[in-house]
């Protein structure tokens, strides 16, 4: 309640005062635009601390004496007879809320004039403000989702630090893993055990589980970085060239999944069987990175992006260009053909456009996955060829 009483009165102040030179105030967003942007950093906090604030207000009225003195204030007329609840919600209604007002006020004015470009300020420092209380609120419930997940798995391989303020979950789900031994390759099934019929997958936004149940827990018994997998759908497994004949016969909705370097820096191989069509679709697309758009750019995913280090300095030239000093680190999510980039840069966050001669692709785990990638198809390949060329000859 805090930031809805004490933290808006300079806010309210400015806009009195406005109010005492005139009373038609012919323009308030300017003040609004200069608290936004320079003073509203208050409701992100608070938006963050939502879902750890209802929970400890939820414990604390499971306290009879705390409870019943909530609801003799609430039916006071100094609180206006509102619930507790509706007090606490009051910071979040209104930094959602402003940016309708703002926008209401654009659409009564013509476009163009003064008035209308500081309207447009105004409204676009608000939306900025609600989404970074939109993404605070997400962040702090998936770092509560990290540390719950994290507190039901038991590593049966080499543990590492699974909770991570950049870390969060993507997909989930059960399958049944279907014992493929008799390919000349090495299996998943050879590390789950021989009786092991389904395993749980985690997919994070970096990296991927293979979990099995045990009791309440997840046991860990493989994992591997996320852009280090190779994801295929198998629709006919008597002519998969990752299956032997009759392995899979009359099994639905295949999936082969590669782990081309787990945990172990190996490579393992595991062929799945989703509950439906649809599941193997969104477990293909959510493993499979972005493809690029056509020839003239290549677009990249958060998770499986170029970084660029900066070579020699460059001054932005228009507004949604990025100012680059030596040394400076870059993720790219776009390369255009004529040699423009479009990246996130990683100091600060910022995003903008750059010319990629000022800058030099450093060798990260893009780069290796995207190696180890290539070198997996290779292999397939001259598999594919030999047997073949084996067929031919008999």
């Known amino acids: ?36 942007s320079q003073k509203f950093e208050p409701y992100v906090r608070y938006c963050s601390n939502q879902a750890y604030q209802d929970r400890a207000l939820n414990n604390l009225k499971q306290n009879a004496e705390f409870s019943e003195a909530v609801k003799r204030l609430e039916q006071n007329s100094q609180c206006q007879f509102l619930p507790l609840a509706s007090f606490l919600l009051l910071p979040m209604q209104r930094i959602t809320r402003l940016p309708l007002l703002v926008d209401a006020i654009a659409h009564r004015l013509e ?109 860990v018994r493989d994992y591997c970085q996320r852009n280090s997998l190779y994801v295929e759908a198998v629709d006919n497994p008597d002519k998969s060239r990752h299956l032997a004949p009759g392995v899979a016969t009359g099994v639905p909705n295949l999936l082969f999944l590669a782990l081309l370097a787990n945990h172990d820096n190996k490579q393992v191989e595991l062929v799945l069987s989703c509950k439906s069509e649809s599941e193997r679709t969104r477990w293909v697309e959510a493993i499979t990175p972005t493809s690029s758009a ?78 180890l990638r290539m070198r997996y198809r290779l292999m397939m390949a001259s598999q594919e060829y030999a047997q073949i060329e084996f067929g031919n000859r008999h």
């Open 111 to 219: 476009p163009g004039c003064e008035l209308h470009t500081s309207c447009k300020k105004a409204l676009d420092s608000l939306t900025k403000v609600a989404k970074r209380c939109d993404e605070a609120a997400k962040k702090m419930q998936q770092a509560e989702q990290m540390c719950l997940l994290a507190s039901n798995l038991e590593f049966k391989v080499k543990e590492f630090p699974l909770v991570s303020a950049s870390r969060f979950l993507v997909k989930q789900g059960e399958l049944s893993m279907i014992k493929a031994d008799g390919t000349n390759r090495k299996t998943l099934s050879k590390l789950l055990g021989s009786n092991k019929e389904h395993v749980y997958l985690y997919l994070f936004n970096d990296i991927l589980l293979v979990t099995k149940k045990k009791g309440s827990t997840f046991q």
């Open 294 to 371: 056509g020839d003239s750019e290549r677009i990249y995913d958060y998770w499986d992006c170029p970084q660029f280090h900066c070579v020699r300095k460059y001054l932005a030239q228009q507004p949604d260009e990025l100012t680059l000093e030596e040394s400076d680190v870059i993720n790219v999510t776009r390369k255009m053909a004529d040699g423009w980039c479009e990246g996130e840069r990683i100091r600060d966050g910022e995003k903008g456009w750059f010319p990629a001669s000022h800058t030099e692709e450093i060798n990260n785990s893009h780069v290796r996955a995207r190696n």
């Open 1 to 36: 309640m805090n930031v809805d009483s004490q933290f808006p009165s300079s806010f309210l102040r400015d806009l009195e005062a406005r109010w005492q030179e005139s009373c038609h105030m012919k323009d308030v967003c300017d003040i609004i635009h200069k608290h936004a």
